[in-house]
């Protein structure tokens, strides 16, 4: 298991936008299983929506692909690395994520010709999938600034 603090190390997210609780399950370069508890206190909730918070799927979308980073950037010639989207594909919202839910997220890396790659992704809420679909990437030289 991999927490917070550690995921910190593979991916450059930082508070608010790292999306990324807790990894259960990593194979480097393959796919990797993580969870995002949903809270009240997410910032985003301030105006998404006032009286019916509701996640923006486009985080639920940011935060499959920093959990697809970590498995791709969690092998060694990729450290230093960053990966950027290229592309989303097929993507579905089928269930409302909301504060007190907990988001298990699942990507699976299907096709990788460096630096371009393409992974399966889909978040899950109490086994009722919330969102599913696939994200194009690439991997870039990280700049520090």
């Known amino acids: 298991m991999i927490e917070n603090i550690d995921i910190q190390k593979i991916i450059p997210h930082r508070y608010p936008f790292i ?17 995002k508890n ?6 985003f909730f301030q105006g998404h929506f006032p009286g019916n918070p509701i996640m923006p799927g486009v985080l639920i979308v940011e935060a499959l692909a ?18 950027v989207f290229t ?9 409302q994520v909301v504060p007190g839910d907990q988001l298990k997220m699942e990507v699976e890396l299907i096709k990788i010709r460096a630096p371009i790659g393409k992974a399966r992704a889909k978040a899950v809420v ?20």
């Open 19 to 35: 999306l990324v609780d807790r990894i259960v399950e990593i194979v480097p370069g393959k796919k990797a299983v993580g969870i």
């Open 38 to 43: 949903v809270t009240i206190n997410e910032p």
């Open 66 to 83: 920093q959990l697809g980073a970590t498995a791709l950037l969690s092998i060694e010639e990729n450290k230093g690395k960053l990966g």
């Open 87 to 95: 592309g989303i594909d097929k993507f579905r919202f089928r269930k």
């Open 126 to 145: 109490d086994e009722e999938i919330a969102a599913e679909g696939e994200l194009m990437f690439a991997l870039i030289e990280d700049r520090e600034y």
